[in-house]
């Protein structure tokens, strides 16, 4: 008998471990189909925000309304776009008529950017100003609507370039951070004509860091040897298994030096009337500070900015998504858990109201 439970026991692993082993190879087959399928996905999605605007703004009327009122109105809006449709097309027709030019509605591209630590959306970001600098004139403006605590240098120093690129066309670029632009954020953020914060947002943190954990101590204490060659008397300094010299931390001091000075360099250059040495101490300010010490130039929301513009321009959010292999699909799962992970813990670095 205990044989025979035992082998049940066995039996019961077996089964549970050979459906579970199926539940992921089926899992990952199922994807690899759908990415096959997919594959040819290469979309750039154009949203009107004026309409958006429009038809939550109606929404709200109608809610209001009684059904009588409601049907009215319908038919009201609908006589009023007829109309207005109407008057556009006999005075752009008048002013060809007359050699007149037809006086081009301004349109005012909207793109976000909401970075982990090593920039992952700024594949997305190329991707989308390499299409609106096809079309853009010096007449359009960019909205950047930009969420990062900041990460990789070569990563945010990449999302600056790409951002730079609107400015090389002489397109205006404005920048806006309702949360959180610090570091290699604010990095991007500074390329701006124009930068607008929430006045509790986050911004500056104009430093470098680096840092790596150290198991050498643990690796004598249990008689392991740690072997490591290079050629090139700097070509690794710290490491995490060997033993740490004071020559190599001061060489790696030296080069987290060299990393600071042109990020300050870079940030002077976009906004000369700041004093740089004042804030490149790696310090983080809220909006209204920011303000003061010239991080930013006005102190207003990304909501409060579209709705003002959209009378006098053609709002449009600019989205591409590109086709995804397996590999991809899976890293972007792990990173976006990743990146989940990172901000809270950044956000738990930050003051709190409790």
Known sequence: ???????????????????????????????????????????????????????????????????????????????????????????????????????????????????????????????????????????????????????????????????????????????????????????????????????????????????IPNFNKILKKNDIDFEQMTAGKYKRTLTMLGENTDEARAKFQEELEEVHDQFKDFVSSRRPEMDIEKVATGEHWLGERALELGLVDTLQTSDDYLMAQRENADILLLKYTGPQTLIEKLSARMSMLMHSMGKQSREDAYPKLM
């Not at 690899?32 to 290469?42: G, I, K, L, V």
């Not at 301004?106 to 959306?121: C, E, H, N, Q, T």
């Not at 700024?122 to 909205?143: F, W």
């Not at 947002?201 to 680096?210: E, K, N």
């Open 1 to 211: 008998m205990e044989f025979i439970s035992e082998y049940g026991l066995f039996l019961l692993k077996a089964i549970t471990i050979t459906v579970a082993i199926l539940a992921t190879v089926g899992g990952i087959l199922g994807m690899a189909m759908r990415q096959r399928h997919n594959h040819a996905e290469d979309t750039l999605e154009l949203t009107s925000l004026n309409e958006k605007y429009e038809s939550m703004q109606s929404a709200l009327k109608q809610a209001l309304m009684d059904p009588h009122e409601q049907k009215a109105a319908a038919k009201a809006e609908k006589k009023e776009k007829k109309q207005e449709a109407k008057e556009k097309a006999k005075t752009a027709k008048k002013k060809a008529k007359e050699g007149q030019e037809v006086e081009a509605k301004k349109r005012l591209f909207v793109l976000d950017f909401d970075g982990d630590i090593k920039a992952s959306p700024v594949t997305e970001m190329r991707e989308e100003i390499s299409a609106l600098l096809t079309l853009a004139g010096e007449n359009d403006e960019v909205l950047l609507r930009l969420e990062s605590g900041g990460g990789a240098v070569h990563s945010y120093g990449l999302a600056a370039s790409q951002l730079q690129r609107i400015r090389d066309h002489n397109i205006p670029l404005t920048v806006s951070v309702d949360r959180v632009a610090a570091s290699g954020g604010y990095l991007m953020a500074c390329v701006a004509d124009n930068i607008i914060a929430a006045p509790f947002a986050i911004l500056g943190s104009i430093g470098v860091i680096a840092q």
